[in-house]
């Protein structure tokens, strides 16, 4: 039986758990910064981008890995 | 028929280079630029027209993120930032237009007959974005030596604060240097990459209706990700050359400090604490 199909269901979907929190908690904390502050929405902006970036990258690399995992092995 | 190739397909050689037909995504996203930029430039006035201004938008807007952020030697690598976020984003939407990943030509591959599209999204081949991240990574270096001597460049990557930390410390800083190379381009890839397959998907399931709000979603991400490409490549150069300056201190903190070995490194400068 070839389990390779379920190591990457399961590579992706365990990798996505922290990033999913992770990107909850940023946009959250962006949101409720923008609330108290409208007028920093300027300033938020670039380090809030960066910081889902380095969030969601996370996630990718357990893409790739899923992704070796189906068309590499 | 779900059918997308984690590599880009060949589709003809000039002698010893084998052109992909991502390479051909890359490179009608590149005549775009040029025809745009030639036109544009050509006939260009104070008062700007409809197109000029279409253009000159998203220079100005990332020139203004640039400044905000770049401390006195902007100038120096905005044109860096600006042509790699609109490189990125002309090609990854691009990768979405009707036509791009569907016309094509059938062939056998492992013995199926699979379609081989003409075009493809530059993005989604690896060798598209290691490229960019590899000029990335050599922009931000050489902006390290100019600004700070080839000494104080070698002097910050690889003699650790305080000395007696260097065995433990060094071999961490290299490893996060060289991991700023491998996630840039791994996460330009995972995005377009996961993009294309998740239209195919949906292609697959639902052909009709269905796919368009992807199709939104996929232009937001295609927008996401040449910002973020750029603004990451800002930020290093950034942190490459505001090392030793007295107020260039960005206020971007380094995103990939999880190594404990760069936080005492930037604070480190001789005149940093006289400010």
């Known amino acids: 039986m070839d389990l390779t199909p379920l190591a990457a269901g399961l590579a992706m979907g365990l990798g996505a758990i922290g990033p999913g929190i992770g990107l909850g908690i940023a946009v959250s904390k962006a949101m409720e910064a923008l609330g108290r502050n409208p007028?920093?929405?300027?300033?938020?902006?670039?380090?809030?981008?960066?910081?889902?970036?380095?969030?969601?990258?996370?996630?990718?690399?357990?893409?790739?890995v899923s992704l070796i995992l189906i068309f590499a092995a | 028929m779900l059918n997308v190739e984690i590599a880009a397909e060949p589709l003809f050689s000039i002698g010893p280079l084998t052109v992909t037909n991502s390479m051909v995504g890359a490179l009608v996203a590149s005549v775009i630029l040029l025809v745009v930029a030639w036109y544009v430039t050509r006939r260009a006035t104070l008062v700007p027209s409809r197109m000029q201004v279409l253009v000159e938008f998203p220079i100005e807007w990332i020139a203004n993120i640039v400044q905000g952020t770049g401390g006195s030697r902007w100038r120096s690598f905005a044109p860096l930032v600006i042509t790699i976020f609109i490189f990125v984003l002309i090609a990854n939407w691009l990768g979405l237009l009707p036509g791009v990943g569907t016309i094509g030509y059938h062939a056998e591959h492992h013995g199926e007959e699979v379609l081989i599209p003409f075009v493809r999204a530059a993005g989604a081949d690896l060798n598209f974005t290691l490229g960019l991240a590899i000029v990335s990574f050599i922009a931000f270096i050489a902006f390290g030596i100019k600004a700070n001597g080839l000494g104080g460049y070698l002097k910050h990557t690889f003699i650790a604060n305080p000395p007696y930390m260097t065995p433990i410390m060094t071999p961490i800083h290299i490893i996060s240097e060289l991991s700023r190379l491998i996630s840039l381009s791994m996460r330009l890839f995972g995005n377009v990459f996961a993009g294309e397959v998740l239209l195919a998907t949906m292609l697959a399931l639902v052909p009709l209706v269905v796919p368009i709000a992807f199709l939104g979603l996929e232009l937001v991400f295609g927008f996401v990700q040449a910002l973020?490409?750029?603004?990451?490549?800002?930020?290093?150069?950034?942190?490459?050359?505001?090392?030793n300056e007295e107020h260039g201190r960005p206020e971007l903190d380094d995103p990939d400090h999880d190594s404990p070995g760069e936080a005492p490194d930037h604070r480190a400068a001789p005149q940093g604490t006289a400010a």
């Open chain 1, 39 to 64: 007028e920093a929405s300027g300033a938020i902006f670039v380090p809030y981008i960066l910081g889902i970036a380095l969030a969601e990258a996370i996630g990718i690399y357990a893409l790739v």
């Open chain 2, 228 to 243: 973020v490409f750029s603004l990451l490549t800002m930020t290093y150069v950034i942190l490459a050359i505001a090392e």
